[in-house]
Every structure is written in structure tokens, then in C-alpha cells.
């Protein structure tokens, strides 16, 4: 029956039918011990049998992925409206709420449709899936795979919760991951302008685009709410007092006659039980709570004086790294309706009605729950939910402003610095952008780089920028401001300021406020006349420039080839957003280093000295100073090689030894011979940098080259 391509041997291509085996192999894990009436009945509505998600997972890869092959033919026609869950474009469906009443095909049948799925699935994986769009399908229908794994279990427990029996539908709870530890008490963050959305690796395309928001300073629990904390509630007549309730959450109460979490029942004793997949239980009043709707979640939040923290909000707290329960134990509802992020573009093809047609009447959960199969959450991951529904396993953790009480505010960069590191720790290719490289010793550090004997560039740059300054400060003109991005200490700029006396004004921008600090008290002083300004923050995500700088033509500066640290698109995308910072008459400095002999530029990124190797680990040392994190410095070894492909150096942060490390609560593996990405050098041609630079709009004016080792100093225009 199997229409398929040839299997031909390829690594990734095995390892895509391994992984797709251990997706798939575990919902009938699931249902082993449950009887075909089990599996046949549906307990509400918005629940599913249990027969039903065994053949639609089955059919969505059929759908999405089979089909798409030149003349598939089907397993069998009469199961597509039958597993068809709500995609509209495919045609008929059977609607949610009668499903239970589909008792043909029988249990047997649908398993032997899963295995048919399977083996053509698996002939056509090991053919070697190439296309991108393919690629993302695969990963769509395992992570859906995954969601309807625990919505398996959500139906079922609601089936179970219907009998009078109490009957257990597992003998221990398939828990995915152990039950993570609980925080205490409040943690304050200042907010600011942080990025919010997926970045890196696979997600739902209601995760993207990563876009900036801006947070008010809040504080947040670093504990979800417990089954105890909801007695109290209970017990001061929360389920009876109106003016805590939304108006639609209180209509719900009396509708519904809720006085209770989903599944709890008071017993003639007054000890409160509750039901659990493995049958009814006394209520854990330690253990957080489940089964609660919004409306409720809502009303609790007023209860206590506070609210329940926005999406945005717990991302970025999540990343902070203060919500060492995020994961693993239920889902947390946040005040923010379901929503489309700022450019969303749904998932091209049938798989557009994935999500965004539900971007309506839904309020987003974040986290995951003690049922979401391990490797399925994410810190960007927005479930969602209608506001009354309650058989999932929710709960909540609440949020504040801050106060004197809770935890000290810590700097915004720590924050940052933190998400970026455990963003970059969980990626598939671990990685860290090499801006975090900067702070006090690594700006000393860097410093003694430029001063050895293998590392030529900024040797060579500043005899170039020497020889040229003259005539660039007379294109410049009297009365313009000159702005450095990314200024460091500031110590080429000096031979500009020297060329150009009639300057306006000088504008520092990094990353680090010690260099900017340090690098404003020495210009000051060399340089009395001059208004020095500074402005701390990432280069690469300015809104505007300071409002009080003078009004003359604005002169950008960026040397040390920094620019060949950013990815084409990148680095692109930033002299893109110089230009429009520096306004239509502005001129640009741009440095970059030259592609020449491998040798020359690999002992330039691992000197003899080992000075780029300690400042390459600085970046451990700070992690372990700043974040708490256990790096062990001697399990790492700096390591630089040329990639030809790239144009460009890498450096990287080589693991040793297969070892374990772990950063604001969370644990990250390391392979022996796996690394941390931590920066690419790119090096251009005179072709690559005038292409580089057209793309954003720039025009060049001229391009000066110094003597081998060669770098390269462009003039441009806006």
C-alpha cells in the first residue's frame, strides 16, 4: 500500500525516523491498559475519545506532508472526514461534538491506519527531507503530535471524572519531567524595552515574528499558587462575592454552579479530594492547583490584591530566569487575550488554520504542565484557552507591582544578559551573540588583544584611520556630530577628535557603562570643549538617538570590523537602521578587515599568548559571577577556525568533556566536543562590502585600503 520514494542512507535522514519513532510510539504507550470503551466514549463536547486522537495525529501527517507527494493516493478516502479536526480547506468533517458517536472505524482499525501512516512516513523520511517548508511540516506534525499527547490526557481524566467509580486511567502519573522546585516570595524586574517571541529553532507560528515591547517594572511570584492558598479563598466565600468576578466569569459561576476547582468535591469528613488521572485523591494543599478557569484565576488575582502577570511580562521573567517552576507542573493563565504579535504571518498552505484562526475570544497560558511531553515547552510558547474552560491542567502564579519587599531590582543588562545566555544555551547549536563578551575585563581584555603582535587589525586600522582622518574630517564639515557605535574605550575615536576640532559634539554608544563611563572621563579631560555625550545600550536595537545633541550633520563611526561580528542579514538590518538614526545628509565610517592567508588570521583570533583564549572564557567567568551559573573553566577550551563558507573566523567555547551546567535553575548538557558559538569575524572582499552596503541603502564613496595584513576603511553617504 506504501507510496513512497526510495530510502537512500543519510545521517540526518535516520535520525529524523528515530526521532519521529519516539514521537510517535508514545501516545499508544498512553493508552495501553485502557479498554476499547475507554477509547470510545466522549465525556463533553470539548473533549475528544480517546480513538479519536489516535487516528487524527495519524491523518494530520497525511495531510500535511503525504499529500503533498505527486500522485498519493490515500490509505483509505472514508477517514478524512473523520479525523479532519477543523481544517476547512480539506473538506468535509465530522463535528467535535459527535465524534464519540463514530464507533466504525473500530479500535483495531484505527492502529493498523497509525501503522500504515508510519511505514510510509518513515520510507519517506528515509529518502532524505531537504525542502525548508517540508522541514518545517515535520516539525509541525511531531510538536502537534506532542500537543495531542496531552490533550489525550486532559480528555480522559474528564471521561473518568464523569463515573461514579473514580476509576484511575493510569497506575502512576505520566509525568514528563520531575516535579521542579518551587521559589518563594516576589521577584521585582525593572522591564524597559525587552524582545519578546521565538528566536532560534522550531515554533508555532503564533510565536514569531521576536518583536520589541515595553514593560513597566513589576514584580512577579516565583511560586505558583497552591491547592492550600485556594482553600483560603474557598473559605473566605471567593465563589460568592460578585465584585471579585468579571462579569462574565460571574454569570459562568452561577451558570455552572461552580464552587470549586474542576474535579474537587468536599467529603462528609470536610477534607476536600479531588480527581486525578490516577483516581480520586485527597486535595495536596502543598502542591499547586489545577484545574481553574480564567474567570477563576482572574478572581483569585483580586482576592489577594494582586493581578495575574501580562504574556510579556512572564517571558521576560521566565528568561530572567526567576520562575524556577515555569515548566513541568501546569499551565499558568496570563491577563493577555490571544492575540496575533505585531507582523504575524500565519504558516503558508493548509497549515495556516493552525492557529491564527483562534486568535479570538482566548486568553494565553505559559509554561507547561506535569503532562506536556519533554522537549515540547519553551519559554515563547502561547497555549491558549476559551476563559471558562477549565479540564486542562491550569493554574497561576501572580504578579505585583514591585515594593520594597520584594526581591532587589536587578540591573536591566543582568536581565538580559541572563535571557540571552539561557536562549543561547537552548539552542540546537548553542550560541551567544559576542556583545556580552564587554564587560570591565572583557573590555581590558580586548583592549590587550589589539595590542599583540598577532592581531593586526586594529594595528593596521588605526595606522590607515591615521593616514585618512585629514581628509575624512574635511568631508565631514564644521558643526557635525560624530557617533560611535559599539565605542568601547573610545581609543581610536581620539584620532578623528584630533582631525576635527570643529566637531559639534561626540555621542558614545555600548553595551558597557564602565567603558562608556571610563572613556567620557578621559575625553573630558583631552578634550575640554568638546561635548562628550554617552548613551548605554545594544547598538543593535536603538529606537532614537538622545534628543539635546546639536543639530549639525550626523557622522557615523564603527570601526574594528565589528561589523564582520553580525550576520549578513544582520549587519545588513543595522546599517540599514543607521541610516535612518543619522537622517538623510549623514556620512558614515565604516572599518572592516579583508580576507587574506587562513594562517595570518587564525593566530589572530588564538594568539600565542592566550590573551583571546581568556577573554573568549571571560565570557564563563562573567556568566558565573553575574548569573550564579557553575561553569567549570577548566571543561572548556577556546578553539578558532576559519570557515571558508562564511568568509569568517569563528571562535567557539569547546566543552571538554560531557558535563552538565546550570544557569538561574536550569540544567544545559554538554557533549564532549560540543561548543558555544560565541562570535564569527567575517571578512570581506571589496565586491562583498560594496554589496553589503548597497543593501542598506548606502552609497560608498570611497574605500581606502592599508598595507598586508589588510583592513579597510569605507566612506559612505546616506
Not at 366 to 388: D, I
Request: with cysteine; charged share 25%.
Amino acid at each position: 500500500m506504501s507510496q513512497a520514494r526510495q530510502p537512500v542512507a543519510s545521517t540526518r535522514a535516520t535520525e529524523d525516523v528515530v526521532r519521529y519513532r519516539a514521537v510517535r510510539g508514545r501516545m499508544p504507550e498512553l493508552a495501553q491498559g485502557l479498554s476499547a470503551e475507554d477509547l470510545q466514549a466522549q465525556s463533553m463536547p470539548d473533549a475528544s475519545p480517546g480513538k479519536w486522537h489516535l487516528g487524527h495525529v495519524g491523518w494530520f501527517f497525511e495531510a500535511m506532508l503525504l499529500s503533498r507527494q505527486d500522485g498519493y493516493v490515500c490509505v483509505d478516502p472514508r477517514l478524512q472526514a473523520l479525523f479532519n479536526s477543523y481544517y476547512e480547506a480539506l473538506g468535509e468533517r465530522v463535528t467535535r461534538a459527535e465524534r464519540g458517536l463514530m464507533t466504525r472505524p473500530s479500535l483495531d482499525e484505527v492502529m493498523a491506519y497509525r501503522a500504515e501512516i508510519d511505514a510510509r512516513m518513515e520510507a519517506w523520511l528515509s529518502a532524505g527531507v531537504e525542502d525548508p517548508q517540508e522541514r518545517y511540516l515535520l516539525e509541525l506534525g511531531l510538536h502537534h503530535e506532542q500537543q495531542h499527547q496531552e490533550l489525550f490526557l486532559m480528555d480522559l481524566l474528564h471521561l473518568m471524572s464523569r463515573s461514579p467509580l473514580d476509576p484511575p486511567a493510569c497506575e502512576t502519573e505520566p509525568r514528563a519531567v520531575p516535579i521542579p522546585l518551587a521559589g518563594a516570595g516576589f521577584a521585582a524586574l525593572t522591564g524597559g524595552l525587552v524582545e519578546i517571541g521565538a528566536d532560534a529553532g522550531f515554533a508555532f507560528d503564533n510565536e514569531r515574528p521576536r518583536h520589541k515591547s515595553h514593560l513597566v517594572p513589576f514584580a512577579i511570584s516565583a511560586a505558583l499558587v497552591t491547592a492550600g492558598e485556594w482553600i483560603g479563598f474557598i473559605e473566605d466565600d471567593g465563589y460568592r462575592r460578585p465584585e471579585l468576578w468579571l462579569a462574565d466569569g460571574w454569570d459562568a459561576v452561577r451558570r455552572l454552579g461552580w464552587t470549586a476547582p474542576e474535579y474537587w468535591r468536599r467529603e462528609a469528613d470536610g477534607e476536600w479530594t479531588t480527581m486525578t488521572l490516577t483516581g480520586r485523591a485527597p486535595v495536596a494543599r502543598s502542591a499547586p492547583v489545577r484545574h481553574i478557569s480564567f474567570y477563576e484565576a482572574d478572581a483569585f488575582a483580586r482576592w489577594t490584591g494582586k493581578r495575574l502577570p501580562t504574556e510579556m511580562e512572564w517571558e521576560h521573567a521566565c528568561m530572567a530566569g526567576v520562575l524556577p517552576d515555569a515548566f513541568g507542573e501546569v499551565w499558568q493563565w496570563t491577563s493577555s487575550a490571544y492575540l496575533p504579535y505585531p507582523g504575524f504571518r500565519p504558516t503558508p498552505g493548509t497549515a495556516a488554520e493552525y492557529n491564527g484562526k483562534f486568535m479570538s475570544g482566548q486568553m494565553v497560558l505559559r509554561g507547561s504542565s506535569f503532562a506536556t511531553p519533554e522537549g515540547h515547552a519553551r519559554a515563547s510558547y502561547r497555549n491558549f484557552f476559551q476563559p471558562h474552560q477549565r479540564w486542562a491542567f491550569t493554574g497561576l502564579r501572580l504578579a505585583d507591582e514591585p515594593s520594597l519587599t520584594d526581591r532587589v531590582l536587578e540591573p536591566v543588562q543582568t536581565a538580559q544578559f541572563r535571557e540571552a545566555l539561557l536562549r543561547g544555551l537552548s539552542r540546537p547549536r548553542k550560541a551567544m551573540s559576542p556583545k556580552w563578551f564587554y564587560d570591565a575585563r572583557g573590555s581590558e581584555l580586548f583592549e590587550d588583544i589589539t595590542r599583540l603582535d598577532a592581531y593586526y587589525p586594529t594595528r593596521q586600522e588605526a595606522a590607515l584611520l591615521k593616514e585618512v582622518a585629514p581628509r575624512l574630517a574635511r568631508a565631514f564639515g564644521a558643526g557635525a556630530v560624530l557617533i560611535e557605535f559599539g565605542s568601547g574605550a573610545s581609543e581610536k575615536t581620539r584620532t578623528l577628535l584630533d582631525a576635527a576640532p570643529d566637531l559639534a559634539a561626540y555621542l558614545a554608544i555600548d553595551i558597557s557603562p564602565d567603558a562608556l563611563a571610563e572613556a567620557k572621563a578621559r575625553l573630558g579631560s583631552l578634550y575640554p570643549d568638546l561635548p562628550v555625550a554617552t548613551l548605554a545600550g545594544d547598538f543593535l536595537a536603538l529606537e532614537r538617538l538622545p534628543h539635546d545633541l546639536p543639530q549639525g550633520r550626523r557622522v557615523g563611526f564603527f570601526p574594528g570590523s565589528t561589523i564582520g561580528n553580525l550576520e549578513p542579514a544582520e549587519a545588513v538590518a543595522f546599517l540599514t537602521t543607521a541610516r535612518r538614526l543619522l537622517g538623510p545628509d549623514a556620512l558614515f565610517v565604516l572599518g572592516v578587515d579583508l580576507v587574506k592567508d587562513v594562517g595570518v588570521l587564525e593566530r589572530a583570533y588564538d594568539d600565542p599568548e592566550g590573551v583571546t583564549a581568556a577573554f573568549n572564557l571571560n565570557l564563563l567567568v562573567r556568566a558565573n559571577r553575574e548569573l550564579k551559573a557553575d561553569f567549570d573553566l577548566s571543561a572548556f577550551r577556546h578553539k578558532a577556525v576559519w570557515n571558508a563558507a562564511r568568509s569568517a573566523v569563528e571562535m567557539h567555547l569547546e566543552s571538554r568533556r560531557a558535563q552538565t551546567v546550570h544557569v538561574a535553575g536550569r540544567a544545559f548538557g554538554f557533549d564532549a566536543g560540543e561548543t558555544i558559538h560565541t562570535e564569527s569575524s567575517r571578512k570581506f572582499t571589496e565586491l562583498s562590502l560594496r554589496e553589503m552596503v548597497a543593501a542598506a541603502g548606502w552609497a560608498t564613496l570611497k574605500i581606502d585600503v592599508a598595507p598586508e595584513p589588510s583592513v579597510a576603511l569605507a566612506l559612505l553617504a546616506a
